[in-house]
C-alpha cells in the first residue's frame, strides 16, 4: 500500500506563513502497540494492510520547529480532516479535541508550549459497533459508505502550522447572484476591532473588475456590492472571478484573503432545471470519491484534474459526490474546469437525537468550508433512507422537513433534496424528486420500460402520503441512480510487480458472495469460459460492451420521456469490488468512453427498434424519438438514417428545449443475407451542415428460413405439438420420433432415454429438482425423515438429470445490481444465431426466468450451451444443457420460446432449430 497524497502547503494570504506538517510520522495501533511509520495524509487502513478493515485508536506522533521569524504571531495548528474523535498535544499539554471525520479544524498553539523544537501527538479514534462512555458508536456518526468500502481512520487530510495577526478572518461568505452581478459579502473575524476591509474583485480574464474598502467595528461585516456586465459560469464556461480581502487597522496590514467565485443561477422552474435562466439537461454520475490507495485521500491534484476531463468527454455535466465530504481540491478542480457538482451528508445508521445534531453539525461545517464554489448546485440530507426511518416515524418526517427549510434558508442558492429515494422510501419535502431503481436491460426489459413510464408520469411511489408530506408535483424529475455492471481488467489493476490491489481479497460478505473479485482467473479457467469467450482479457471486454449496450439503452428509454429531465449514471469509477464504473479504480476509462457521448449529450436520437431481431427480407422498423435536453432544434434539421444499402432523411421541424420528437423510420432488407448484427446509421445535422448528434442500434439479422429439415419429433403437450408443426417438423409417433419434446420429464421418460430416447425439455414447471417425481421422503441415508422438520435432503444429484430449477426473481440471478452476464455459445448447432456469445436485446423476450443449478465445474466445458454467471465470475447456472443417459440424451431449456405466436420471433425460431438439432445428434 502507498497511500501518501502530496498536498501544497499555500498560506492564504501573504500575511500568513506556513509550515506544512506533511510526510513521515510515528504511528501506533491500539490493536498491536507496535511502533511504524506512517505517510500523512493518508487514512491508516490505506497504509497498512493489516490495519485495512480495523477500527480503534491510532496515536500519531512527530516534531517540528516554529520559524524563528515567527515570534511574536499566532501560531495555529491546522488539519484538513481526521476521523472520528481527535485528541492533540503539544509537548505532553493537550491542546484541543475535536469531532468529526470530514471536516477541518485548528487549534491556537499557546505561546509558552513552545520550545526550539516540539513535540506533536494527535490521537484518532474511529468507533466500531460499540458504544462507550467516552464516544458514540460508528451507527450514531456520519461515515458514508465506510459502512460499505471499509473504515477510514485517522488524519487523511493534511497538516500545517500558519502564523497569522491575532487579528484574522475566520470565515468569508459570498453569495453571487446572476443576472444582477450582485455580491453579497459576509465577514467573520477573530476578535472585534475597528478598522478597514479593503477588497479588489478579478474577473476571469484577469484584469481588475472592482475594487472598494468599507469600515469595520465588529467581529463581522455585511456588505453587498455590484460588478457591472457578469460572466456567468457553466460547465461550457466556467468563468471565476476572485475577491482578495485585506483587513487593516491604524494603518497596519493584519490579515489577508483570497476566495474565488462564480456567477450563475440554478432553480427548479415549471418541472425542469434550469442552469443560468435556462433549461438545463442533467447527465451525472455518481462518484464515490474512492481512489486505488488512498480510499478517499486523492493521491494528486493531477488525478483530480483527469478524472473531470475524462468525465466531460464522456459526455458528464454533473458529479453526484455520494454521501461524503472530499479533499476540497475535488471542488476546486471542478469550479475550474467546469463540472457541476451534487453533495451529500455522510449518513449515519441510527437515527437519534444526538446523531441529529451531527448530521446538522456536518450540513453547517460544510457550508463554511465549501459555500463560495459555484460548481456545488445541489444538496441532500439523506441518501436513500439510510439511518433514518421516514416512512415509518413521524418525528424523522418532521425532522427532515425542518433541516429542508433550515438549508433553503441557509443557502438560497441551491438546491435541496431530503432523502434521495429508493423504493420502498419516499420525499417528504424536496426541490427534485429523484429516484433510483435498477435493472439490465436485456433480462428485465418490460420491467426498466415500465419504471420509467410510471416515473416520468408522475408515479404516487415516490412521494410519502403522510400529512408531513408537501408534494407540489412541479418538482423536476431525475433519475439519480441506475447502471449496470461491467467488469475491470484485473490486469491494469495490478502493481508493477503483478500484486493485486488489497481490496480485491474483500467483497465476499457482499451480493451473496458474488462481489469477490480475488480468484477471477481461476473461477474463469476451472468454468471453461475460455470455450466461450476465449481469455480473460477478451471476456472482460466483452463485458463492458455488454455493460454499454445496458445503459445505452436505459439512457434512451430515459431520453424517450419528456418530463424526466436528467439522470445519474451509477457510476463514475469502480469502488473496490462493486464494477458498475465508466472507470476502474485506476481511472482506466471503460472500453465504450469514446461511443457513450452519442447518447450521453443534450441532444440524443433514440433509435427505438421496434424488434431487435429480424430476418432477412423483413422490415426494420424503428420508433425513433428526438430528445432535445437543454438545446433547441432550429428549423431546418436533417435526420440521416442508413441501414445496409438504405438511406433515408428527413427535415425536422423545430423542437424547443427539454422536448421529444418523433420519427418513424422504416427499411427493407434484401431477401438473401447471411446471420450478422447490423448496425442503422442515425444522424440529425444542423442547417450549417455541421453533426448535432448522431447515434446506432444493433439489429439482430437471421437468414431467411426459406428452407428446413423437418425433425421427425413426437410430444405429450399440444402446444408443444402445435408450435413445431407450425414451424414446419413432422409430428410423429413415439417409436417413429427422432426427438421426444415434453416440458417436463419423470421416470417413464428417464428409462426411455436410457433406451436410446432423445428428449428435449423446453422447461415449464414450478422451482424444485428439475425432475421431481421421486418420493416425497428420501431414504434412511439422509438426515430429513420428516419433510416438515429439518435435517439435509439428498440433493438433486441423485436424480437424473441432477439439477435444480431456480426462479431468478429474488435472487441474485436476477441482475438488478451486480451484473449477471449471460451467454450463449455460437458454435455448432448455433452458429447459426447472429452475435455473441452475450446475450444482446433481441434475447429480452425469451431470455430466461429461470436458471438450473447444481453443476460441476466440469460440465461447463462442453455440456453447458447457455449460462449466466454473477459479478466477479460467481454462481455459474445454466439455460442450456445437454446430457447423456444411456443410449440416450437430454436437451434442457429454460428459454422463454413460447412468448410469441410461432416464427413471430427469428431468435425463438433459430434457437427451436438448434435444440432439435442439439437432441436429434447422436
Not at 47 to 63: H, K, M, P, Q, W
Request: negative net charge; aromatic residues 10%.
Amino acid at each position: 500500500m502507498n497511500a501518501h497524497s502530496v498536498t501544497p502547503s499555500r498560506a492564504k494570504s501573504p500575511l500568513r506563513s506556513v509550515v506544512t506538517l506533511d510526510g513521515i510520522w510515528q504511528f501506533r495501533h491500539d490493536s498491536d502497540g507496535s511502533l511504524r511509520q506512517v505517510k500523512v495524509p493518508a487514512p491508516w487502513q490505506a497504509c497498512f494492510e493489516d490495519l485495512a478493515v480495523s477500527f480503534g485508536s491510532a496515536t500519531y506522533r512527530r516534531t517540528f520547529v516554529v520559524p524563528q521569524d515567527w515570534e511574536g504571531r499566532q501560531v495555529m495548528l491546522c488539519f484538513g480532516a481526521v476521523s472520528e474523535f481527535s485528541t492533540v498535544s503539544v509537548n505532553g499539554t493537550e491542546i484541543g479535541r475535536h469531532e468529526g471525520g470530514y471536516l477541518p479544524f485548528e487549534f491556537v498553539i499557546p505561546a509558552n508550549l513552545l520550545k526550539s523544537e516540539n513535540d506533536l501527538e494527535v490521537i484518532a479514534m474511529l468507533p466500531d459497533g460499540h458504544r462507550t462512555s467516552e464516544f458514540a458508536d460508528f451507527a450514531e456518526i456520519p461515515h458514508g459508505k465506510q459502512s460499505w468500502y471499509g473504515p477510514q481512520g485517522g488524519i487523511w487530510q493534511s497538516v500545517r502550522l500558519e502564523a497569522r495577526d491575532p487579528i484574522h478572518f475566520t470565515s468569508v461568505r459570498l453569495d453571487p447572484y446572476w443576472p444582477e452581478g450582485r455580491v453579497d459579502l459576509q465577514v467573520a473575524l477573530s476578535t472585534t476591532m475597528v478598522g478597514t476591509l479593503r477588497f479588489k474583485i478579478v474577473g476571469p480574464g484577469g484584469t481588475t473588475v472592482h475594487t472598494g474598502d468599507v469600515p469595520i467595528d465588529g467581529q463581522s461585516l455585511q456588505h453587498s456590492l455590484m460588478i457591472d456586465a457578469v460572466e456567468p459560469w457553466s460547465p461550457g464556461a466556467p468563468n471565476l472571478y476572485t475577491i482578495e480581502l485585506l483587513l487593516s487597522s491604524s494603518d497596519k496590514e493584519l490579515d489577508g484573503r483570497a476566495e474565488t467565485f462564480g456567477f450563475r443561477s440554478f432553480k427548479a422552474r415549471d418541472g425542469f432545471l434550469h442552469l443560468n435562466g435556462a433549461p438545463f439537461y442533467l447527465r451525472g454520475a455518481l462518484d464515490q470519491d474512492y481512489y486505488p490507495d488512498g480510499f478517499g485521500t486523492p493521491p494528486s491534484l493531477d488525478l483530480l484534474e483527469d478524472q473531470v476531463r475524462k468525465a466531460k468527454a464522456m459526455g458528464l455535466n454533473c458529479l453526484r459526490c455520494h454521501i461524503k465530504v472530499p479533499d476540497p481540491r475535488y471542488y476546486e478542480v471542478a469550479d475550474r474546469l467546469g463540472m457541476l457538482i451534487w453533495t451529500e451528508i455522510p449518513n449515519v445508521e441510527t437515527f437519534s437525537p444526538a446523531s441529529a445534531i451531527r448530521l446538522r453539525n456536518t450540513m453547517e461545517g460544510i457550508l463554511e468550508r465549501d459555500r463560495n464554489h459555484p460548481s456545488i448546485v445541489i444538496w441532500t440530507l439523506i441518501n436513500e433512507d439510510w439511518g433514518t426511518r421516514l416512512r415509518e416515524a413521524a418525528e424523522q418526517r418532521r425532522w427532515i422537513s425542518d433541516m429542508v427549510d433550515w438549508l433553503r434558508a441557509e443557502d438560497p442558492l441551491r438546491l435541496v433534496v431530503d432523502n434521495s429515494a429508493c423504493f420502498p422510501n419516499v420525499h417528504i419535502k424536496t426541490d427534485i424528486n429523484d429516484y433510483h431503481f435498477y435493472r439490465t436491460a436485456t433480462d428485465r426489459r418490460e420491467e426498466w420500460d415500465l419504471l420509467c413510464r410510471e416515473f416520468a408520469s408522475g408515479a404516487d411511489w415516490t412521494f410519502s402520503s403522510e400529512p408531513e408530506a408537501e408534494w407540489t408535483k412541479r418538482e423536476p424529475l431525475i433519475l439519480s441512480e441506475f447502471g449496470v455492471w461491467g467488469l475491470p481488467d484485473p490486469a491494469r489493476l495490478r502493481d508493477e510487480t503483478g500484486r493485486d490491489p488489497w481490496w480485491m481479497a474483500y467483497g465476499a460478505t457482499w451480493a451473496d458472495g458474488t462481489a469477490l473479485p480475488q480468484g477471477i482467473e481461476a473461477r474463469f479457467r476451472e468454468l471453461g469460459l475460455g470455450q466461450v469467450f476465449g481469455n480473460l482479457s477478451a471476456f472482460i471486454e466483452q463485458v463492458q460492451w455488454y455493460q454499454y449496450m445496458n445503459l445505452k439503452y436505459e439512457i434512451e428509454v430515459i431520453r424517450t420521456h419528456a418530463p424526466i429531465g436528467g439522470y445519474v449514471i451509477t457510476e463514475l469509477t469502480d469502488v473496490h469490488w462493486e464494477g458498475n464504473g465508466l472507470m476502474d479504480m485506476a481511472r482506466n476509462p471503460r472500453v465504450f468512453a469514446s461511443a457513450l457521448p452519442n447518447v450521453n449529450s443534450d441532444v440524443v436520437i433514440a433509435p427505438g427498434a421496434v424488434r431487435h431481431a429480424i430476418r432477412a427480407g423483413d422490415s426494420a422498423s424503428f420508433d425513433l424519438k428526438i430528445s432535445s435536453g437543454g438545446s433547441t432544434l432550429p428549423d431546418g434539421c436533417r435526420l440521416a438514417w442508413s441501414f445496409g444499402d438504405k438511406k433515408g432523411e428527413e427535415v425536422l421541424p423545430f423542437v424547443a428545449p427539454m422536448q421529444v420528437y418523433s420519427v418513424a423510420v422504416s427499411a427493407e432488407t434484401v431477401s438473401k443475407h447471411s446471420p450478422e448484427i447490423r448496425a442503422a446509421e442515425f444522424t440529425i445535422f444542423a442547417p450549417d451542415g455541421s453533426v448535432l448528434s448522431h447515434n446506432s442500434e444493433a439489429v439482430a439479422m437471421h437468414a431467411a428460413r426459406d428452407t428446413i429439415s423437418p425433425i421427425r419429433f413426437a410430444s405429450d403437450d399440444t402446444d408443444i405439438a402445435t408450435r413445431l408443426i407450425a414451424l414446419g417438423h413432422t409430428y410423429v409417433a413415439s417409436d417413429q420420433a427422432e426427438v421426444f419434446v415434453t416440458g417436463d420429464i419423470d421416470a417413464e421418460r428417464v428409462e426411455a432415454i436410457h433406451s436410446g430416447q432423445r428428449v428435449l425439455q423446453i422447461i415449464s414447471k414450478a422451482p424444485g429438482r428439475l425432475r421431481d417425481d421421486t418420493p416425497p421422503r428420501d431414504g434412511p441415508m439422509t438426515m430429513q425423515i420428516d419433510p416438515g422438520a429439518g435435517g439435509m435432503q439428498s440433493g438433486p444429484y441423485f436424480t437424473f438429470p441432477g439439477y435444480n430449477l431456480v426462479n431468478r426473481h429474488k435472487s441474485m440471478w436476477r441482475g438488478d445490481w451486480v451484473g449477471n452476464f449471460s451467454w450463449l455459445r455460437r458454435d455448432g448447432v448455433f452458429s447459426h444465431i447472429p452475435g455473441g456469445p452475450l446475450f444482446d436485446l433481441s434475447f429480452t423476450t425469451i431470455v430466461p426466468h429461470q436458471v438450473m443449478t447444481g453443476f460441476r465445474p466440469w460440465e461447463f466445458h462442453g455440456r453447458v450451451h447457455s449460462g449466466v454467471i454473477i459479478g466477479w465470475v460467481h454462481k455459474p447456472a445454466a439455460f442450456l444443457i445437454e446430457k447423456r443417459l444411456g443410449r440416450g440424451k437430454l436437451v434442457a431449456t429454460t428459454f422463454r420460446l413460447h412468448e410469441k405466436m410461432p416464427d413471430i420471433d427469428p431468435l425463438a425460431t433459430a434457437l427451436y432449430d438448434g435444440l432439435l438439432a442439439l437432441a436429434k445428434v447422436a
